[in-house]
C-alpha cells in the first residue's frame, strides 16, 4: 500500500501523441463516467484530489497519467482515462474522447495492465462490453487486465458473491475484485495486485546441463570377432 501512496501527478493530454513515452509499466484505469473511476484512484493513493472525483459524470476528459515510486524514482504510472457513457456532453465529444482511449489501449507500447471499474448494481454493461472486445486480442497476448465492482458497500454479501460469480464468467481470464472506497472494502488486494503487475518476479534462469565427466576412462568400442573357417 505504501507504494500506492507514492502516487503524484505526471502530466495531462488531450490527445494520444501528446503523451510522453514511458519506460516503466502503466496501468490504464477505464470505465463508466459514474463508476466511481476517480474515487477508486483516489482512495487506493490516499490522496483525496490525486483524480479529480465529481458527481457530475464526464468530468475527465484527458487522459491523466500519475507516476508511482519511492524514494523519488518512477518505476511505474497510472493512466485515469476519460470515462465513457456520459450524456451531458455533446455526440463529437462523446465520439472524440473515445477514439483518443480506444487508440491509447490499442496502441500504447508500455500498457501493461487495465483495470476496469464497474458498478455492480449495473453489471457489465454494453460499453463496458464494447471495451472488452477492444482489448480482448492484448489480454490474449498477455496484458493483465482487472475488474474493479465498485460500490461494494450498496450490496448484502450474498448479492456480491452473485454478482462476482456472474462477472467472472465475462471477464476474459481476467480477475475480478470487490471494491468499497467507503468501507476500505478490496483495498489492500487491488493495490497489492497492481503492485505485481509492476514488479513482475523474473523466473529463474534454468541450471545448464551438466557436462559430461572427462577425467573417467573412456569405455572401449566393442569389436566384431571374426569366426574360425
Not at 504510472?77 to 455526440?91: I, Q, T
Not at 474522447?97 to 487495465?114: D, E, F, K
Not at 471477464?171 to 483495498?187: D, R, T, W, Y
Request: aromatic fraction near 6%; hydrophobic fraction near 40%; charge should be positive.
Amino acid at each position: 500500500m505504501g507504494w500506492m501512496h507514492t502516487a503524484r501527478f505526471l502530466t495531462t493530454a488531450a490527445q494520444l501523441h501528446h503523451l510522453p513515452p514511458i519506460d516503466v509499466p502503466e496501468i490504464a484505469f477505464v470505465g463508466r463516467s459514474n463508476a466511481g473511476k476517480s474515487t477508486c484512484i483516489n482512495t487506493l493513493t490516499q490522496q483525496k484530489q490525486l483524480a479529480f472525483a465529481s458527481k457530475k459524470p464526464g468530468r475527465t476528459q484527458h487522459i491523466n497519467l500519475f507516476s508511482l515510486g519511492k524514494q523519488g524514482v518512477m518505476d511505474a504510472v497510472l493512466a485515469d482515462l476519460p470515462g465513457y457513457g456520459y450524456a451531458a456532453v455533446s455526440r463529437s465529444d462523446k465520439v472524440r474522447w473515445q477514439q483518443v482511449m480506444v487508440n491509447y489501449l490499442v496502441s500504447r507500447p508500455g500498457l501493461t495492465g487495465i483495470v476496469l471499474l464497474c458498478d455492480p448494481r449495473l453489471g457489465l454493461t454494453e460499453l463496458d462490453e464494447a471495451l472488452l472486445e477492444v482489448v480482448r486480442p492484448r489480454v490474449e497476448e498477455g496484458l493483465k487486465f482487472l475488474i474493479v465492482l465498485t460500490k461494494a458497500d450498496k450490496l448484502t454479501r450474498a448479492e456480491q458473491a452473485k454478482v462476482l460469480s456472474i462477472t467472472r464468467l465475462h471477464a476474459g481470464g481476467g480477475e475480478v475484485k470487490m471494491f468499497s472506497a467507503l468501507k476500505k472494502q478490496g483495498v489492500d488486494e487491488v493495490a497489492q495486485l497492481l503492485w505485481q503487475w509492476a514488479h513482475p518476479v523474473k523466473p529463474l534462469a534454468e541450471e545448464p546441463p551438466a557436462a559430461a565427466d572427462s577425467s573417467s576412462p573412456a569405455q572401449p568400442s566393442p569389436t566384431s570377432e571374426s569366426e574360425p573357417n
